[in-house]
């Protein structure tokens, strides 16, 4: 019996190691991953505790440099150069987030499918067609005809493949073990490619053709009274009302009065070669950012205070990194984007500064007319014009590369249909990610620069994506610039899809840098942003006819403008503010509906929560959820049965709109479902989405009790960046907040780095992120900061002044020796 368990023994075994030995479809082989030698269990890391200093030899150094860690696993790095700085940045950097780097190079790149294979290829072909291969390599360009940024990018690159070089197997990201491939040298490119996607982040998608399908639906006289250019029930503009526009104002550009453009045939969901395109789609509400300054009469340290908090993709690793840079001409702190070299939020001895995004309207389709199938030429201007072809090859792991060819414009890549009759792409992709320029110029002068003038000449270089740039200095001056290279257009140009033939229609140049709108020092003592309308409409040129709804602002200014006294934590608290202002302004008059309504014995106990509540979306709260839950369906309920459909995409009016209905004209005719034989009127829509809501939480929750509370009902994820590694995502947490909320954390995005800075002779500062600096899920410093981000506190930031500064914070240090 014995020998026949053996023999059999022999085959099985055979067969195990075959099996764990061969890569299976996608999936990589196990046997390495699991092997004790070089697998996984080889990514284990230990907190540095013992004041552990280590030398490593460089090569490629032109001095010394040192690095202190402290205890929260931020490096402060002290070179005497630009390029060790650069060098030493993008070293550590790639300790840290290597695979982080490595996996949204390829996503911006369009090269995911080498090594996840087919079920990634559409959404690289998607990166190929938008062209972002094309933006990065115009702007490598540009960036290393520039002596300051070609020193920061090859020293970067020479960093991040100094730090691959050494690593053995065993020492790989565990990603790269599950994936089953290595490591590839960086590339100066790759740093290009990690802004495009950053700028498709913020700045890749458009509502054209949504919005031009309601104007062939409905006419010009709807889109006028549901999709106004401005808020007309509540807006608290970036650039304060009533500001003054004292500049030599250019021509502003005039649209072609003969242009037809309600009488092009209606145009379907956007498709290139059987894929649906989407960036023809509404912003996910939750992906914007707050930042504000107080001046120092408002502060109780007599200096200004600065505010940030960007909000985007909460991930794990977080999509910031941690650093403090120091050379002779620099001592800078704040977070860099991992594969971007220098400090991107943050601020130095003298000023601090913060972003958000502005939203402006970059990203425009243009229909084309092409001579034949051939789509050699196309005609614009009254002639016909060569096109170019760029090829695009996608290499797939286990299968054949796919090659295309992408038609590109003066406009840009034709890549999308509006399946008017045409089966090959006639859209053409106008877009900012396709604008060369040096971005990166605008942050390395921001890191070196001493005061407001500094602040305004390094925002000149600054293409986009557009941002709001707030900022304060230790002149006691605080200001914000709604900045980045904007098009001169105009007014509306691009709300619609434009027509690729009229010149009338071509971006007309640009808003000169100068004349971007800016506040300095307003008599109302503080400065801020979020996202919502850059100005009140006198500003003489066009930004975009729509923005983020206006209820974070209005919270905002409402207490900077009752803030006296404030410090820090003053800041940091309204960081965290949880109040509804949305809730404010609707619910009010939704209860007053529901008062003559007949309510079931559910409704009414659901009602009176409503009618307790205080509008703070606080995690315990169930009529938060309610009301929550409650909105959303009540537009739906509204605008679904005119405005949706599968074939014919609409974008429906906005929140501000559909408040100033409900409050101001509930006659209106909108509120009949088109759908039924009935006439709803506007208590008939409240009273059935009520229900609907109730009906929505007890399917998923159960009968309204503590389970029905907003921090498990909004179920909030923080999730590892492949999206399908669970065990690698944060546990589950219990936040606030929401998209309208100052504290803007919804399922998945939210607050991804809270900065505050109190200016001064030796500035303090304060700063989170949820997660940690490392990505190895292995490391102490993977969720070390988790919990405070859940609790709203900040962690004192370490800024130190030289190298051999002591803190009791500091746990060890790395010398890099030049060889």
Not at 695 to 712: A, R
């Amino acid at each position: 019996m014995k020998i026949f368990k053996a023999i059999l023994s022999v085959p099985i075994t055979a067969g195990l190691i075959y099996a764990l030995s061969r890569p299976w479809g996608p999936a990589p082989a196990l046997g390495p991953f699991l092997s004790p030698f070089s697998g996984f269990w080889q990514n284990g890391e230990k907190q540095e505790v013992n004041h552990e200093e280590i030398v490593l030899k460089a090569d490629a150094l032109h001095d010394d440099v040192i690095v202190r860690f402290d205890d929260t696993g931020v490096p402060h790095i002290f070179a005497k150069n630009d390029f060790d700085l650069f060098y030493t940045q993008g070293y550590l950097t790639a300790k840290d987030r290597l695979w982080q780097m490595d996996l949204q190079t390829r996503a911006a790149a369009g090269r995911l499918s080498e090594i996840l294979g087919p079920a990634t290829l559409e959404m690289d072909q998607r990166s190929r067609r938008l062209g972002m291969g094309y933006g990065a390599e115009a702007n490598l360009k540009v960036a290393m005809s520039e002596a300051r940024s070609k020193t920061a990018l090859e020293g970067y690159s020479a960093g991040v493949n100094a730090y691959i070089d050494q690593l053995k197997p065993k020492d790989y990201p565990v990603e790269y073990k599950l994936l089953g491939y290595a490591p590839e040298p960086w590339k100066p490119i790759n740093t290009m490619y990690m802004l495009e996607q950053m700028t498709l982040t913020l700045a890749g998608r458009a509502n054209d053709l949504r919005i031009t399908n309601v104007l062939k639906k409905y006419g010009k006289g709807v889109i006028a009274d549901l999709f106004p250019d401005y808020p007309i029930f509540q807006e608290s503009p970036i650039i304060p009302a009533g500001t003054t526009w004292d500049f030599q104002r250019l021509p502003i550009p005039v649209e072609n009065p003969l242009k037809q453009t309600d009488s092009a045939p209606i145009v379907s969901q956007p498709v290139t070669a059987g894929v649906i395109m989407p960036r023809d789609e509404n912003k996910p509400e939750g992906i914007g950012s707050n930042n504000w300054a107080i001046s120092a009469e408002k502060s109780i340290t007599g200096y200004p205070i600065l505010a940030n908090d960007p909000h985007l993709e909460l991930t794990l690793p977080s999509i910031w990194y941690q650093v403090q840079l120091h050379t002779p001409e620099m001592n800078v702190y704040g977070v860099s984007l991992p594969g971007i070299p220098s400090v991107i939020i943050g601020f130095n001895k003298n000023l601090a500064w913060g972003v958000t995004n502005v939203d402006a309207d970059v990203f425009d389709l243009y229909k084309i007319k092409f001579k034949d199938s051939t789509r050699s030429q196309y005609w614009h201007d009254n002639q016909w014009k060569a096109t170019s072809r760029r090829e695009e090859i996608v290499y797939v792991k286990g299968l054949e590369p796919v090659k295309e060819q992408i038609v590109y414009t003066h406009h840009g890549p034709v890549t999308e249909t509006d399946e008017s009759g045409e089966h090959a792409p006639n859209l053409a992709i106008k877009w900012i990610g396709h604008e060369p320029g040096n971005s990166f110029l605008t942050f390395y002068e921001l890191n070196k620069a001493n005061n407001y003038d500094d602040y305004r000449a390094a925002l000149k270089k600054y293409v986009g994506p557009a941002q709001n740039f707030v900022f304060a200095d230790n002149g006691k001056n605080i200001a914000l610039t709604v900045n980045g290279k904007l098009p001169l257009k105009y007014k509306d140009q691009g709300k619609f899809l434009l027509d690729g033939t009229d010149t009338s229609d071509d971006w007309q140049g640009w808003i000169p840098a100068e004349q971007n709108p800016f506040v300095k020092n307003p008599e109302r003592g503080f400065v801020s942003s979020a996202n919502q309308s850059s100005t009140d409409p006198t500003y003489p040129y066009y930004i975009n006819w729509i923005f983020a709804p206006s209820e974070r602002g209005v919270r905002i200014n409402e207490r900077l403008a009752a803030m006296k006294g404030a410090n820090a934590d003053s800041l940091r608290t309204l960081q965290n503010d949880n109040f509804n202002v949305l809730a404010r302004n609707v619910l009010p008059r939704l209860l007053s509906v529901l008062d003559g309504s007949p309510l079931s014995p559910a409704q009414k106990a659901a009602k009176t929560n409503l009618d307790k509540w205080n509008y703070v979306n606080n995690p315990e709260s169930i009529p938060a959820s309610i009301f929550e839950t409650w909105f959303p369906l009540l537009q739906s309920f509204i605008w679904d049965d005119e405005f949706s459909s599968d074939k014919i995409p609409m974008k429906q009016p906005s929140r501000d709109r559909t408040i100033y209905m409900l409050l101001n004209q509930p006659n209106e005719k909108w509120f009949d479902n088109i759908n039924t034989s009935k006439k709803e009127t506007m208590p008939d829509i409240v009273l059935s989405s009520f229900q609907a809501t109730l009906d929505t939480l007890q399917k998923y929750h159960g009968e309204m009790s503590p389970k029905w509370s907003w921090s498990d009902v909004k179920n909030t994820e923080i999730r590892h960046l492949s999206r399908s590694l669970k065990p690698f995502n944060a546990p589950a947490i219990k936040v606030g907040g929401g998209s309208g909320i100052v504290n803007a954390i919804t399922k998945r995005n939210g607050p991804s780095w809270r900065m505050v800075v109190e200016l001064g002779p030796n500035p303090k500062a304060y700063g989170i992120y949820p997660g940690g600096q490392s990505g190895n899920p292995g490391s102490p410093y993977y969720l070390n900061m988790l919990k405070k981000w859940e609790n709203g506190e900040l962690n004192e930031l370490v800024f130190l002044s030289s190298p051999d500064q002591t803190h009791p914070r500091l746990t060890s240090g790395i010398t890099f020796k030049k060889k």
